[in-house]
């Protein structure tokens, strides 16, 4: 592993420039912290632009995967370090990497592509926790590709980015779009639209999923709007007991995912 330089200043150009990245200041790079999250990233093949080591580091897998790429890579003094971490327990390695730079043409091509004929469209989400969790079902069931709206969480922040494991650099995204936008490029397409509420008239396992859909999720808060709901082809619900009127939404689209996903096989 080549390393550039040895850093031992806060204020070090490449510290600033890693902290507004972090922060989400600067909304052209990705940042990936940890050696499981960094080896994800490389597997993927996203483009790096810069690589930041404490000066304890030591990691024989991810050192020769950096070494292989011709990844170069400054050493952090350990304190130093630390002001540029998103996590209490950093494991001593930061990446910055290009985002993915997708369109919607993308996303539509992989509709015929994907073991699941699937966009979930996923309304003002703000748990960038459960975002992740969401993007790491969605590439565990090759959904065709998600499109998050206005008012969510940043899928490229460090919280969404942990919690999808990887799975944000590989899993088409569109970013900021409102729903009746999203609903007119998919028009004459084919593309059924199907929104999971509470106030559905079918069970998610009565629909048949073999067909190419957009699916919708409004927030936890306040679902979806009711001229929202009319617009939209079929409204399911997942049943629920002993008065419980809603599930988390990371698990509410694992649920109806992995049921689309065992009839596509």
């Not at 629920?240 to 009839?263: D, K, P």
């Amino acid at each position: 592993m080549t390393r550039s330089e040895t850093i031992t200043s806060r204020d070090n150009r490449r510290l600033v420039r890693v902290r507004e990245v972090r922060d989400g200041k600067n909304r052209s790079l990705v940042f990936l912290e940890g050696k499981r999250l960094v080896l994800e990233a490389l597997k993927s093949g996203i483009e790096v632009d810069d690589c930041f080591i404490s000066s304890n580091f030591q990691d024989e897998i991810v050192e020769k995967t950096l070494e292989e790429l011709g990844i170069q890579s400054a050493t952090v003094s350990e304190s130093v370090f630390r002001s540029i971490v998103d996590t209490n327990s950093p494991q001593g390695i930061v990446l910055l990497a290009k985002r993915p730079n997708w369109s919607f043409s993308d996303i539509d091509a992989r509709l015929a592509l994907a073991k699941l004929p699937i966009v979930l469209f996923l309304k003002e989400i703000n748990n960038p926790s459960n975002l992740g969790a969401v993007l790491r079902t969605c590439e565990a069931v090759d959904v065709a590709g998600v499109i998050i709206s206005k008012q969510s969480a940043d899928a490229f922040s460090p919280k969404a980015v942990r919690a999808s494991m990887g799975a944000v650099l590989r899993v088409p995204i569109l970013q900021n779009l409102d729903l009746d936008a999203t609903i007119d490029l998919f028009s004459g397409s084919g593309v059924l639209t199907t929104a999971c509420d509470i106030g559905g008239s079918t069970n998610y396992t009565d629909l048949e999923w073999r067909s190419r859909r957009l699916l919708i999720f409004g927030s936890e808060a306040h679902g979806l709007e009711k001229n929202e709901l009319n617009s939209i082809n079929e409204k399911v619900l997942i049943p629920m007991e002993n008065g419980v009127e809603s599930l988390n939404l990371a698990v509410s689209t694992a649920i109806v995912l992995y049921e689309a996903r065992r009839q596509n096989t």
